[in-house]
């Protein structure tokens, strides 16, 4: 029998030898293009980025990466901020 490794969605990551489902935290598990949902998800792949700079200190593409994705989650949390001051609240005390 061959084991083919299968491959993990988008919006599931391992932590911890579990495996942390981005919908559990979701308000509408339908809406993956809402704000607070883009923003957990650069937050998890800011997350695997660093940890990967930290392994390959030289890998400038992977830097300039980060630098993009942390500027996009910058961008996405004023936005959350200016128009649902609610939600941007409930992120806030994540």
Known sequence: MNSIPQKTSSTTIKKAGEKVTIAEKQIDPANTGS???QI??????IQQLTNHLQRNKKD?????????????????????QRKSPDLYEILSQK
């Open 35 to 37: 704000a607070l949902f």
């Open 40 to 45: 957990q998800r650069f937050t998890q792949r």
């Open 60 to 80: 400038n593409v992977t830097k300039r990466s980060l630098i993009r994705l942390v500027g996009k989650r910058n961008k996405m949390t004023k936005y959350l």
